[in-house]
């Protein structure tokens, strides 16, 4: 069975992916680990009123450098974790909004499953599941576990 687990350092994240280890150790398995990095974008500035297509020329990313570091540390922690169970585990940094990049991913490695938490590191709720906890259920083309 091939599973995604969508993480972000967050508690939640972290009990999806000891959910998948579980269900990866007991059908032989392999876990994809999958970090969606959006950077903070900018305008470029200037003085001038712009229009649309300028601004979107003048956005700059912002600490992307940073946005990569911690990111890839989310994703060796969460490796290693999952490794000391004898999980078979690989990871990936993609760009994107997360849950377009966590559908997208899925559809294009043919992953059987998704695990992710239910609310992210941003600790914003709504109602019972984050944002986007529930566009990845809504967008999903397999099946999802969500994780509390």
Do not use: C, W
């Not at 900018?42 to 009123?49: M, R, T, V």
């Not at 890839?72 to 999952?82: F, R």
Request: glycine share 8%; proline share 3%.
């Amino acid at each position: 069975m091939k599973l995604l687990v969508a993480i972000d350092g967050s508690e939640e994240s972290n009990r999806a992916l000891a959910a998948a280890v579980e269900i990866a150790t007991a059908t032989d398995g392999s876990i994809t680990l999958i970090h969606a990095i959006e950077p903070d974008m900018y305008d470029a500035g200037g003085i001038e009123p712009v229009t649309a297509t300028e601004r979107r020329d003048r956005l700059i990313i912002d600490s992307l450098d940073s946005a990569e570091e911690h990111g890839q540390s989310i994703v060796d922690e969460a490796i290693a974790s999952a490794e000391k169970s004898g999980a078979a585990v690989s990871g990936e940094l993609r760009y994107g909004r997360p849950a377009q990049t966590i559908t997208a991913f899925a559809e294009e490695g043919n992953f059987d499953a998704i695990y992710l938490g239910h609310r992210g590191g941003s600790e914003r709720s709504i109602e019972f599941l984050g944002s986007v906890a529930r566009d990845v259920v809504e967008r999903a083309s397999v099946p999802v576990t969500v994780v509390r």
